[in-house]
Each structure stands twice: as C-alpha cells, then as structure tokens.
Antibody
Framework: QLQLQESGPGLVRPSETLSLTCTVSGGSITSDNYYWGWIRQPPGRGLEWIGNVHYSGATYHNPSLKSRVTMSVDTSKKQFSLKLSSVTAADTAVYYC?????????????????WGQGTMVSVSS | VMTQSPATLSLSPGERATLSCRASQTVSSNYLSWYQQKPGQAPRLLLYGTSNRATGIPARFSGSGSGTDFTLTISSLQPEDFAVYYCQHNYNFSWTFGQGTKVEIK
C-alpha cells in the first residue's frame, strides 16, 4: 500500500524559499503511471493544486505559481520535493503531497488516490 | 475553472444530498473526481471517472454527469458524511479543484 509523508520546516521567513520533501513508501516512485503532486490549503480555505512531477523529470505547474515553483524527484531516496521561492504570508498553508495515477492499470485511475497527512507551513518574520 | 454549488448545504441525517460541480468548458468524464475532507484530515478520494467509487467507499455515494455538469449524490446522509466535498479535474496536464461544498448538520 503506497504511503506518503511530507517533511520540512514549519516556519519560513518572508522572501525566503519554502522547501518540502515527500517520502514514498510501499510502492515504486518510478512507475510510468504515477504523477507526484503538491496541493496546498490556506487556513479555512479550499484546495489549490501547485504542481505535479513525474520521475522522468517532467513537471506541470499551476500557472499562477509557475514562476516560483521548482519540483524534482530523487529516485534513489524515493522522495520528491517542492521549492517555492519568494514566499509571503499568502503562502501560509497546509501542504499536501499526493499520488496521481494515470491510466486504466491504476486502482483509481486519473485521480489523486493517495495523500500524505499534510504539513503546516507558516510564513512569518 | 470548476465551480461548485451550493457553497454550504444544511441537511439532517438520513436526507439526500446533491452537490453540483460545473466546468467552464467541456471536460472528459474520465478525469472528474470527487474528494471528501473532514476537519484536520487530508482529503480522501471518493469517486473517480465521474461515477466509480474508490476502494472502501460506501454505495450511498454516487456520481453522474458529463460535459460541463457533474453531480455527487449522497443517498442518505450518515453522521460521518458531514464534511467538505471537492470536485477535481485534469485537463491537458492542468489539475483544478473546485472551491468545495460544505455539508453541515441542520
């Protein structure tokens, strides 16, 4: 059973870079069907898709955040990561990593079927 | 853009809940999903491909729709169903969530 766990600082200073890592266990990070996603949720608000990354290095970004987002996959560590630069208070949120499985061979195709528990990141001086 | 309505639905246990999700353009039903989120928890996949229940999801949850209009129906609300529900779509490698519908106890 695939499991995901986010890790990273809970507090980031304004104008600095937010860095998070998601560790994958119970399955492969290199499946061609898997897209590894980042989704965030500001306090009291809805879900916002940040971006997805494939183990091949292909990345897909929310246009509203694209210029500030960097995503990558470390297959040796079974981890994928998110960097969000030039953060402001508006970036304060719970950040989730998730697995999106594409294609009919998936148990739940074309959906974010597995989520991490989420990690709260506050931007404050 | 995915627009959900209503923003809040106030119902009693045992009642039927009907949640709407409207896309700003025609989308493929294969890529339309619904999620449930309870306070302090990560979202949980309910339905994928518009109408297919994820593993472990009770039969009282059903989905329908095509084109731009999609619906999540909970046939008889149980106490554990009071939560926020999100629709989500992937179009051309761009993933979008609706703003959510809160189902609250009346």
């Amino acid at each position: 059973q695939l499991q995901l766990q986010e890790s990273g600082p809970g507090l980031v200073r304004p104008s600095e870079t937010l860095s998070l890592t998601c560790t994958v266990s119970g399955g492969s990070i290199t499946s061609d069907n898997y897209y590894w996603g980042w989704i965030r949720q500001p306090p009291g608000r809805g879900l916002e898709w940040i971006g997805n990354v494939h183990y091949s290095g292909a990345t897909y970004h929310n246009p509203s955040l694209k210029s500030r987002v960097t995503m990558s996959v470390d297959t040796s560590k079974k981890q994928f990561s998110l960097k969000l630069s030039s953060v402001t208070a508006a970036d304060t949120a719970v950040y989730y990593c998730a697995n999106y499985c594409s294609g009919d061979s998936c148990s739940s195709p074309n959906a974010f079927g597995i989520w991490g528990q989420g990690t709260m990141v506050s931007v404050s001086s | 853009v995915m627009t959900q309505s209503p923003a809040t639905l106030s119902l009693s246990p045992g009642e039927r809940a009907t949640l709407s999700c409207r896309a700003s353009q025609t989308v493929s039903s294969n890529y339309l999903s619904w999620y449930q989120q309870k306070p302090g928890q990560a979202p949980r996949l309910l339905l994928y491909g518009t109408s297919n229940r994820a593993t472990g999801i009770p039969a009282r949850f059903s989905g329908s729709g095509s084109g731009t209009d999609f619906t999540l129906t909970i046939s008889s609300l149980q106490p554990e169903d009071f939560a926020v529900y999100y629709c989500q779509h992937n179009y051309n490698f761009s993933w979008t969530f609706g703003q959510g519908t809160k189902v609250e106890i009346k």
